[in-house]
């Protein structure tokens, strides 16, 4: 029966637990006294430096991580729920979020460190199993050769080449080994092979103890079963003990003395859970196939890579934590370049490509992580969902904003159009800045980079922002609406489009006119058509001695009997002149609605030139006197040079 455990010496279990202390040593910076003086506390020195080891100046300069949790507020809880950080760092002065942002940035370096050191392990132990694993086929390769040559008396040289091919071989092989026996000194690779190993434990444990369930539900006999559930069960409440354990762990800072108590205890648990597996694996009853120990190997190796894999997911939790330390850190005046720089220095996943297996295994992993691929997951729908709603939602909120703008009956159809379209947009702008507010993004920098973008556009594009409040004036003010009939900047023309750049009217004859609403706004604007009714005016000059009543009587005759023609008010005409030597200007008037305006001008303009005939009524023309003096004898043609030259032409 295989052995899913190896039986380590004392020694190593001593050596696995002072590197677990080791490897998190390096502890918090604490507040500085108040009486330090000339000392910059804005400065961050573990930012910068590497993952720090046993020994090491750095380490000796850091404070004990103990010492500094009294004066460290928001790290007692690393799984602190970040709404309820961010309340706990606001009423923080400038100095102690100094110490706080440091004290996360402690965490994170110990958690970075802790990730590499299991990568390289992996690594390192994929590697020994690719190396031990050719050098066994080069071994067995080599015995097959000289095996087959051995029989020939006639091999000779190649008998020699084959015994120094067995020979490196094993040379190979001895190397792997000694190289084997120094990773297992290594601290940092021993830790990450404890850890491997646990989660391994408890994995296989997991496995066995459902697979137990599952042959006890078949064997029915509840005299075999009720020992054996019992046993099962007990193996259950160990794992579940272990996972209480861990997630406790995963709430300590690293580095302090609690924190290495919590391991001491979860390594106690392991071994409960091995020794109760152990158990349940002998249970004649029961059919428990156990990896083989070649089997076990690989899974170590995939184990390392899903450790991996796993803390990296769970250390943007951190980053996250770091953040909100330092968005209140910023905003009280601190500097966090150092700090930001750190963290984009240690962000994102390392892929080897080159190891498919282990590839799958880790993004798997980082898949099933609640800090990682759940994690994203959540936020990627939550983001979607947001987004979704708006979109929903913005159309709804603009027809019923439209509604109620329809009954604001003095609100010019251009501006209520602006109106909606700006309500709609706003509800999308809002659904993004949730949105982005949901997934944990900072809006800070989002909104700075905005208004300083603004700011310079303000005075690169100052022409278009005139015309946009100019647009925005024609929009407010309405002197005219989509479809009048104005006269803007010497065009007569109806208005086309407006927007609040520039206003498109379309002249008579079906050319498009765009003005900026500088010019227009800036100009003279006459609108005919703003009323429901319209005044039709038709100016004639006629001979100082043409009878008025007469035409008076053409003028009335003609709009009252046309019924487009308003009786109230009514048709008249107003005479008027200034010099009065051979000429009258009569005004005819008369009123239709705006929309038969040019139709009904149409009908009275021709039926008052045809009635005008029938009567002789004959129009004025300019006149001009000449006066010849007769005195002098001369022709006209002789007094008249001008005239003369006509004449000879």
């Known amino acids: 029966m295989h052995k899913i455990f190896r039986v380590k010496m004392p020694v ?58 009294p004066d460290t507020l928001t790290i007692q809880d690393l799984t602190i729920p970040e709404d309820q950080l961010s309340l706990l760092v606001e009423p923080l002065t400038l100095e102690q979020l100094q110490v706080e942002a440091d004290s996360w940035l402690y965490v994170l370096q110990a958690w970075a460190s802790k990730v590499n050191q299991t990568e390289i392990a992996s690594r390192q132990e994929g590697q020994l199993l690719d190396d031990m694993a050719a050098a066994d086929q080069q071994l067995e390769q080599a015995r097959t050769k000289l095996q087959e040559l051995s029989g020939q008396e006639d091999a000779g040289e190649e008998l020699n080449v084959a015994r120094a091919d067995v020979a490196a071989a094993r040379r190979e092989i001895a190397r792997l080994r000694s190289r084997e026996l120094s990773l297992r000194l290594d601290e940092s690779f021993l830790e990450a092979l404890a850890d491997a190993e646990r989660e391994q434990t408890i994995s296989t444990a997991t496995e066995v103890a459902n697979d137990a369930r599952q042959q006890l539900l078949a064997l029915g006999d509840s005299s075999v079963v009720d020992p054996i559930s019992e046993q099962v069960e007990g193996l259950n409440e160990a794992i579940e003990d272990y996972l209480v354990v861990q997630a406790d762990l995963e ?89 930001d720089n750190y963290i984009a220095s240690v962000s ?179 609108n005919y058509t703003h009323a429901d009714i319209r005044k039709i005016n038709i100016g004639i000059n006629v001979k100082f001695g043409q009878d008025i009543d007469q035409i008076q009587d053409i003028w009335m005759s003609i709009t009252t009997s046309n019924p487009k023609i308003l009786s109230n008010p009514g048709p008249g005409i107003f005479p008027w002149g200034t010099t009065f030597d051979y000429q009258i200007w009569v005004g005819l008037g008369a009123w239709a609605t705006t929309k038969d305006y040019w139709g009904v001008y149409v009908e009275v303009l021709k039926g008052l030139q045809k009635r005008l005939q029938e009567a002789e009524i004959e129009l004025a023309r300019p006149l001009q006197e000449i006066r010849v003096d007769d005195a002098s004898g001369q022709p006209l043609v002789e007094q008249l040079p001008m005239l003369k030259e006509t004449v000879d032409v």
């Not at 796993?310 to 700090?339: C, H, M, W």
């Open 348 to 526: 994102g996943l390392d892929l080897d490509v080159t190891d498919a297996e282990g590839l799958t295994v880790k993004l798997w992993t980082w898949v099933q992580s609640e800090e990682g691929g759940i994690r994203v997951g959540i936020n990627a729908l939550k983001f979607v969902s947001i987004i979704a709603i708006a979109a929903l939602l913005s159309p709804r909120i603009g027809n019923l904003s439209k509604t109620l703008l329809l009954r604001v009956g003095t609100m010019s159809s251009l501006f209520r159009d602006f109106t909606v379209m700006t309500i709609k947009r706003a509800v999308l702008a809002v659904g993004v800045i949730l949105a982005l507010a949901s997934v944990g993004v900072n809006l800070g920098p989002i909104l700075a980079l905005i208004g300083g973008a603004s700011f310079i556009l303000a005075f690169a594009l100052q022409s278009n922002l005139g015309n946009f409040a100019s647009g925005l004036m024609l929009l407010v003010n309405k002197p005219f609406d989509v479809g009048d009939e104005v006269k803007v900047a010497g065009y007569w023309a109806y208005v086309d489009s407006i927007s609040l750049a520039n206003t498109k009217l379309k002249d008579f004859a079906g050319n498009i006119i765009t003005l900026p609403n500088n010019t227009v706004w800036g100009g003279d604007i006459i």
């Open 12 to 69: 190593i279990t001593t050596a696995i637990i002072i590197a677990i202390g080791v490897a998190f040593a390096a502890p918090v910076r604490s507040q500085e006294e108040a009486n330090g003086e000339g000392e910059d506390t804005t400065a961050v020195e573990t930012a910068e430096t590497a993952p720090v080891e046993e020994g090491s100046e750095a380490e000796a300069s850091l404070p004990d991580t103990d010492s500094a949790a």
């Open 251 to 339: 709430r300590v800072v690293p580095g302090t003395t609690f924190y290495r108590s919590l391991t001491r205890q979860l390594e106690q648990q392991r071994e409960e859970v091995a020794m109760l597996l152990e158990e349940v694996e002998e249970i004649s009853e029961l059919d428990i196939v156990l990896p083989t120990d070649a089997e076990l190997e690989e899974d170590l190796r995939l184990q390392l890579v899903a450790d991996a894999a796993r803390l990296a997911a769970a250390q943007p939790a951190i980053v996250s934590r770091l953040q909100i330390v330092l968005n209140e850190f910023a905003r009280k005046g601190g500097d966090t370049e150092v700090y």
